[in-house]
């Protein structure tokens, strides 16, 4: 196996993507350059792969099921610890990776070092738990089993926005659970989502070709995607992003009958009861709508406040928005960064563009400096209006009040996705009755809509995908087969 690039290095740096045990060039040699969100820099340059380099990435992951398949769960546990330690060994220059690469302020690229530090020891356990059951039945002398067995090959599309946890999300469960798999990074973020994971499991020691990472250039995802759908060898899809990719893939995993896990977009409703505490519902709310920049697919995109304590909330909340500063990245000092691309930009004021020609307002916010979105607080958005129930990937909120919490639940209901959701309260009785009444695979009460641990079965209904992640994973990665063993006569005779 050649060495990874020093990662201690500085100034754009030549990278190379991991297929087949090499850290290797696309196969025709072709790069692309990775921009910084923040000034525009080049942060690296990057393989830009075709189908050849899909198609020699599934190989080699075929080839190293069986005896992946085989290997002792106590091995793959010792694996999955060591990458967790060499996760925080190295988390000063994973959040400067991050910081240049995706604009995430150190808030969130140290929480997520912290989080998939914490995933990875969550899977290390699993090895040992998801070997399966006894079934009792009425059979006599009948002994049954169902055998839980690892999939195959699980292609992995990670996303930019929560770059280095989402990817080890992705991988983490299926490799704990004996598949191999091949992870493809957003070329938004194709080191810090894809490469550092591939450095950090060869350090690892984990066998060369049970995982490959395979970057490409932005706009050529097709020919690596059709690979993975191709190949019979791949068992399994793993995505996270949006959702208009996500029923793309569901379609083709369809005709290809390939298992297909789903996180996609959410557009996440807080509500807010009369009897919150008013400060803290502000600060959770400023929170749970511009944290990352609001790039996140759990930020809340609508707060929604009983009319007694919606002039309060929006003054209170305004004020925050205002107080919160937006800049570098790389700055300990910035609270928010930029967003990812311009395209970004531009969809987050075409959206509020929108909103107000048909009759919002704008509180505050609604301008950016090159990539640097103020904060925006928009009330009065009509339900004719994106904003109202479409996902702005961006720090962008409407604002909307309502007479009753019967009212609070069906304007959260009020939208195609249905991710997470949240609820403010001091009568939590009232909030769980409340919460099995709102359409998300997340109801978080007195917290944010982005509570998320590493254990807990985070996924959607409707439109915002389905499975779950979590230690529910090993029913996204593993077959369930039944043995039975009959003692004595034969159970039918003609």
């Known amino acids: 196996m050649t060495s990874a690039p020093d990662p201690s290095s500085v100034g754009p740096r030549h990278y190379q993507q991991f297929i087949a045990g090499e850290w290797a060039g696309?196969?025709?040699?072709?790069?692309?350059?990775?921009?910084?969100?923040?000034?525009?820099?080049?942060?690296?340059?990057?393989?830009?792969?075709?189908?050849?380099?899909?198609?020699?990435?599934?190989?080699?992951?075929?080839?190293?099921?069986?005896?992946?398949?085989?290997?002792?769960?106590?091995?793959?546990?010792?694996?999955?610890?060591?990458?967790?330690?060499?996760?925080?060994?190295?988390?000063?220059?994973?959040?400067?990776?991050?910081?240049?690469?995706?604009?995430?302020?150190?808030?969130?690229?140290g929480f997520q070092v912290q989080w998939a530090a914490g995933f990875l020891r969550l899977a290390a356990q699993w090895p040992y738990e998801y070997g399966g059951?006894?079934?009792?039945?009425?059979?006599?002398?009948?002994?049954?089993?169902?055998?839980?067995?690892?999939?195959?090959?699980?292609?992995?599309?990670?996303?930019?926005?929560?770059?280095?946890?989402?990817?080890?999300?992705?991988?983490?469960?299926?490799?704990?659970c004996g598949n191999t798999v091949i992870l493809k990074p957003s070329e938004e973020a194709p080191v810090s989502a894809g490469i550092a994971v591939a450095e950090i499991l060869a350090e690892a020691g984990f066998p060369a070709e049970v995982f490959n990472v395979?970057?490409?250039a932005p706009g050529a995802a097709?020919?690596?995607?059709?690979?993975?759908?191709?190949?019979?060898?791949?068992?399994?899809?793993?995505?996270?992003?949006?959702?208009?990719?996500?029923?793309?893939?569901?379609?083709?995993?369809?005709?290809?009958?390939?298992r297909i896990v789903l996180e996609l977009g959410g557009f996440n409703p807080l509500i807010v009861l009369r009897d919150a505490n008013l400060?803290?519902?502000?600060?959770?709310?400023?929170?749970?709508?511009?944290f990352h920049q609001g790039q996140i697919c759990?930020?809340?995109?609508?707060?929604?406040?009983?009319?007694?304590?919606?002039?309060?909330?929006?003054?209170?909340?305004?004020?925050?928005?205002?107080?919160?500063?937006?800049?570098d990245p790389t700055d300990a000092t910035s609270q928010l960064g930029p967003l990812i691309n311009d395209r970004s930009v531009s969809n987050a004021k075409a959206r509020i563009a929108e909103a107000v020609s048909q009759?919002?307002?704008?509180?505050?916010?609604?301008?950016?400096?090159?990539?640097?979105?103020?904060?925006?607080?928009?009330?009065?958005?009509?339900?004719?209006?994106?904003?109202?129930?479409?996902?702005?990937?961006?720090p962008v909120v409407a604002v909307e009040a309502v007479d009753d919490p019967q009212e609070a639940v069906r304007v959260a209901n009020a939208t195609p996705y249905g991710l997470t959701a949240a609820i403010l309260t001091e009568d939590t009785g009232t909030a769980v009755q409340l919460a099995g009444a709102i359409e998300a695979g997340v109801v978080n009460i007195n917290g944010p809509t982005m509570y998320a641990e590493p254990i807990l079965p985070i996924g959607g209904v409707k439109e915002s995908g389905w499975g779950r992640f979590g230690r529910w994973s090993a029913e996204n990665f593993t077959d369930r087969n039944l043995i039975t063993v009959h003692h004595g006569k034969p159970l039918r005779t003609l």
Not at 58 to 66: I, L, N, R, Y
Not at 84 to 109: N, Q
Not at 225 to 239: L, Q
Not at 279 to 290: L, N, P, Q, R, S
């Open 26 to 109: 696309a196969a025709d040699g072709a790069t692309f350059e990775d921009f910084s969100p923040y000034d525009g820099s080049v942060v690296a340059r990057v393989p830009a792969s075709t189908g050849a380099d899909a198609k020699r990435a599934v190989e080699s992951a075929a080839a190293a099921f069986p005896a992946w398949k085989a290997t002792a769960p106590g091995t793959r546990q010792r694996l999955l610890l060591r990458a967790a330690d060499i996760v925080e060994r190295r988390k000063a220059d994973l959040m400067r990776l991050m910081a240049v690469e995706t604009g995430a302020v150190a808030a969130f690229s």
């Open 133 to 176: 059951e006894i079934i009792p039945v009425d059979a006599p002398d009948t002994y049954v089993m169902a055998v839980r067995r690892p999939l195959g090959v699980v292609a992995g599309f990670s996303p930019w926005n929560g770059a280095f946890n989402l990817a080890w999300r992705t991988i983490a469960p299926p490799l704990a």
């Open 214 to 216: 395979i970057t490409h």
């Open 222 to 258: 097709g020919p690596v995607a059709d690979e993975f759908f191709a190949s019979p060898d791949v068992r399994a899809i793993s995505f996270t992003g949006s959702t208009a990719i996500g029923r793309m893939l569901a379609e083709r995993a369809g005709r290809h009958l390939k």
């Open 279 to 290: 400060d803290d519902a502000v600060e959770t709310a400023a929170f749970a709508a511009f």
């Open 298 to 327: 759990m930020n809340s995109r609508k707060i929604i406040v009983e009319r007694p304590v919606f002039g309060d909330f929006l003054a209170a909340f305004t004020a925050k928005a205002k107080s919160l500063r937006v800049g």
């Open 359 to 394: 009759g919002a307002r704008v509180i505050t916010g609604g301008e950016a400096d090159g990539r640097c979105f103020q904060p925006t607080i928009l009330v009065d958005v009509p339900p004719g209006a994106a904003l109202y129930c479409e996902e702005t990937f961006g």
